[in-house]
């Protein structure tokens, strides 16, 4: 459930709860003094009786006095059926005084002589019941009446609601304390449910961005939530990913730059010792011939062509990866292009006795986009390499144009001496020679076939190779057709 959610249900329960719980109580609680009041007044309802009803005993007996105060009012002299009445009134804290003029002719225990000094006068209301303001805690009813011989007469009931007004006021204060502590702990249990089921997610995604932040980027952030927070969590673990795959990444272009570093310190010194070295043999006389100095001067020349070629090829490589070097892009027909290629390339390699062949069942022109100057580069290092690698006799490669969908693919296959499976994934990087020993006789740089690959991406096209050993290699690229 979202957070909203959460929050709405609480805010709806915070107000629902409390009032069920105060309606329970309130019932609760009265029940309690009802039961309370019964034990005072030492009465059990019966069955059928309504409280109500109970209460209005004091009214059914005043209009029982009222008929026997029309018919025989002499009857309320009788002293047996006062106290008959009496005992009926007690249970309800009610107590009778009956008065002749102005002598109390029977009073009830329960009635101090505070109420019996203090009783109203006879009144003009003859036969009528007539209700007095409060006295103290007491409810005053009054009947007058006449007896047989004429004299003034009255019958009062006295109702002592003290117990009544103290036990409602009790009712009153309790339930008062009830709903006031309902309302704190309802609220208090609900704000600490609502809190704790968002301050613990942002705890467990605290802990994890303190990780992160300690450089951990291998502790996953746990996300068993689906709110708001397991949202956010989601994010700080893609992040977390993101920000790993860089730092891998970085580390890895660390580790490429010592290592490029290494290889171009490496690639420099070797010809630069030996041209050193020759220079050395020359000086110190160790060429004591003409013929040797000849020799010696050569191979300065050779090395220096090396360190030129390497110099050059470097600055090429370096160009290309950093995007430096500008593309030249233009539309053209590859297979007229490649048959150009093929004729000038069979003219520069016709002393290494090779065959280059072109071979294609494409009939009609064939559009690419592409730089020619860098075209012209893929194919003749990859050409070269076939020539350089070649162990046999008769050298043949063939170029292969053929229609692959959207790309044009070249296939530039040879039958040189192949290159083994486990080190065909890496020779298209840079710095990259079969050979372990990297002192070849052919003096590759180890550059050629990355530069390759960098310009053929940057064509949007791809390249790989195939080899069988002792059979030959084939190199295929891609380019996009127009
Ligand atoms: P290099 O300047 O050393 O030729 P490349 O990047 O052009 O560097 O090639 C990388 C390595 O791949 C070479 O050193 C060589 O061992 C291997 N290689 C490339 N082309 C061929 C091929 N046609 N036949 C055999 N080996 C090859």
């Given amino acids: 459930m979202s957070i909203k959610s959460r929050l709405i249900v609480s805010y709806i329960a915070m107000l629902i709860v409390p009032i069920i719980l105060s309606i329970i109580a309130t019932i609760f609680i009265g029940s309690f003094y009802i039961?309370?009041?019964?034990?005072?007044?030492?009465?059990?309802?019966?069955?059928?009786?309504?409280?109500?009803?109970?209460?209005?005993?004091?009214?059914?007996?005043?209009?029982?006095?009222?008929?026997t105060a029309k018919k025989s009012p002499d009857n309320l002299k009788n002293t047996s059926y006062l106290k008959s009445l009496d005992e009926k009134l007690q249970v309800i804290n009610t107590g009778i005084i009956v008065r002749q003029n102005s002598k109390i002719l029977y009073a009830s225990k329960s009635v101090d002589k505070e109420v019996t000094n203090g009783l109203p006068s006879f009144g003009s209301n003859d036969g009528e019941?007539?209700?007095?303001?409060?006295?103290?805690?007491?409810?005053?009813?009054?009947l007058d009446f006449h007896f047989s011989d004429g004299s003034e007469g009255s019958f009062f009931t006295v109702t002592d609601i003290a117990l009544i007004k103290n036990t409602a006021i009790k009712f009153i204060i309790t339930v008062v304390m009830a709903i006031i502590a309902i309302l704190v702990f309802t609220n208090a249990f609900l704000t600490f449910l609502v809190s704790r089921s968002i301050i613990?997610?942002?705890?467990?995604?605290?802990?994890?961005?303190?990780?992160?932040?300690?450089?951990?980027?291998?502790?996953?952030?746990?996300?068993?939530f689906n709110d708001e927070i397991g949202e956010v969590c989601l994010a700080f673990e893609e992040m977390r990913i993101k920000l790993k795959e860089s730092l891998s990444l970085q580390q890895q272009y660390e580790n490429n730059r010592k290592e490029l570093i290494s290889n171009i310190s490496h690639d420099l010194k070797t010809p630069i010792t030996a041209i050193k070295g020759y220079v050395e043999g020359i000086t110190d006389g160790v060429a004591d011939s003409p013929e040797k100095i000849d020799k010696y001067i050569k191979t300065i020349a050779t090395k220096a062509n090396d360190l030129d070629r390497l110099i050059d090829e470097l600055f090429l490589f370096s160009k290309l990866d950093l995007n430096k070097l500008p593309f030249n892009f233009e539309v053209f027909d590859i297979k007229s292009y490649l048959e150009d290629c093929v004729e000038e390339l069979q003219f520069d390699f016709d002393d290494r006795n090779?065959?280059?062949?072109?071979?294609?069942?494409?009939?009609?022109s064939f559009m690419v986009s592409a730089d020619r100057e860098k075209l012209k580069r893929v194919i003749i290092n990859i050409?070269?390499?076939?020539?350089?690698?070649?162990?046999?006799?008769?050298?043949?490669?063939?170029?292969?144009?053929?229609?692959?969908?959207?790309?044009?693919?070249?296939?530039?296959?040879?039958?040189?001496?192949?290159?083994?499976?486990?080190?065909?994934?890496?020779?298209?990087?840079?710095?990259?020679?079969?050979?372990?020993?990297?002192?070849?006789?052919?003096?590759?740089?180890?550059?050629?076939?990355?530069?390759?690959?960098?310009?053929?991406?940057?064509?949007?096209?791809?390249i790989w190779a195939e080899s069988v050993i002792g059979e030959g290699t084939a190199v295929f690229f891609t380019l996009r057709k127009i």
Wanted: charged letters at 30%; glycine letters at 8%.
């Fill in 35 to 67: 039961h309370s009041l019964q034990m005072a007044y030492n009465v059990k309802l019966e069955r059928k009786e309504s409280i109500e009803k109970f209460i209005n005993r004091e009214g059914t007996l005043f209009q029982e006095v009222q008929n």
């Fill in 200 to 224: 613990k997610p942002l705890e467990s995604l605290k802990s994890s961005a303190l990780q992160i932040k300690n450089g951990n980027l291998d502790m996953r952030v746990r996300n068993n």
């Fill in 383 to 462: 050409v070269s390499n076939s020539v350089k690698y070649m162990d046999k006799d008769y050298g043949k490669i063939k170029i292969e144009l053929i229609d692959a969908g959207e790309f044009a693919q070249i296939k530039i296959q040879d039958n040189g001496q192949g290159i083994p499976e486990e080190n065909l994934k890496f020779i298209f990087e840079r710095f990259y020679r079969v050979d372990p020993s990297r002192n070849t006789s052919t003096g590759g740089s180890g550059l050629g076939l990355a530069i390759t690959k960098l310009i053929i991406e940057e064509h949007g096209g791809k």
């Fill in 129 to 142: 019941r007539k209700s007095h303001p409060l006295i103290g805690d007491k409810i005053l009813n009054q």
């Fill in 354 to 364: 090779v065959r280059i062949n072109l071979e294609t069942c494409i009939t009609s």
